[in-house]
């Protein structure tokens, strides 16, 4: 199947998660992680409507962003170590990985402008996974108010790669449960409003449980190319 005809199965599975859980589907915004495909298949991406393009390599970001540009709004959803922010932080749109104040301190340091950040959670406790232990959210993001060029804008998990439906509520849940608590401090540089959760085997049940942004790979632009 070509990306558009991906993407049009997408955005039906969106329509029957969000009248499952009385939410507009506008409200979804829908990454198209790229990460593991040519720049060939981004730029058909966009071309097919994706808008917004996710990537967590250095290399491969710069390569895409230079052919595609502002045609897309650009997501960083990896890892980003802190003496490579200088190279991408003024190139970016959202960073899905923010979970530590080394990471904040540089990105403050690099701009000079707020820049739209999700904080990363280990909702699931997987060794394997970064983010923050749930328990630390809270005091975590206090403390960046004293970064003036930091703005969260939203929470960000992984699920674990379990077919347990059950799970997988569970974990998105406590970040929904972790995104309000948030909001109700009424942090100026943290409105907080997004909830970045959901990739191609499970994002319809984080649709239900209140994802905002869904980043979906396989599922659109294919699997891995180069």
């Not at 045609?71 to 490579?84: D, E, N, V």
Request: aromatic share 6%; with cysteine; proline share 4%.
């Amino acid at each position: 199947m070509t990306v558009a005809e991906n993407l049009t199965q997408i955005q039906e599975n969106i329509i029957q998660a969000c009248d499952k859980a009385g939410r507009d589907p506008e409200d979804i915004t829908i990454i198209g992680v790229t990460k593991y495909v040519t720049i060939e298949k981004a730029v058909e991406a966009v071309h097919s409507g994706v808008r917004h393009l996710g990537e967590n390599r250095m290399e491969g970001f710069l390569e895409k962003q230079q052919e595609i540009g502002d045609q897309a709004k650009w997501h960083f959803i990896g890892t980003l170590q802190s003496r490579k922010v200088k190279d991408i932080i003024n190139k970016i749109d959202y960073i899905h990985s923010l979970d530590r104040k080394s990471l904040a301190k540089e990105i403050n340091k690099r701009t000079d402008k707020p820049v739209a950040c999700f904080v990363q959670v280990n909702v699931s406790g997987e060794e394997s996974k970064h983010g923050l232990q749930p328990e630390d959210v809270e005091s975590f993001i206090k403390v960046l108010q004293n970064y003036p060029n930091i703005r969260v804008v939203g929470l960000m998990t992984m699920a674990p790669q379990v077919e347990d439906e059950n799970i997988l509520r569970n974990v998105f849940r406590t970040l929904h449960k972790l995104k309000s608590n948030i909001q109700e401090k009424g942090w100026e540089h943290a409105p907080c409003p997004y909830l970045s959760m959901g990739m191609s085997n499970d994002y319809q049940i984080a649709i239900e449980e209140g994802a905002t942004h869904i980043r979906i790979g396989s599922r659109l632009v294919g699997p891995y190319e180069e």
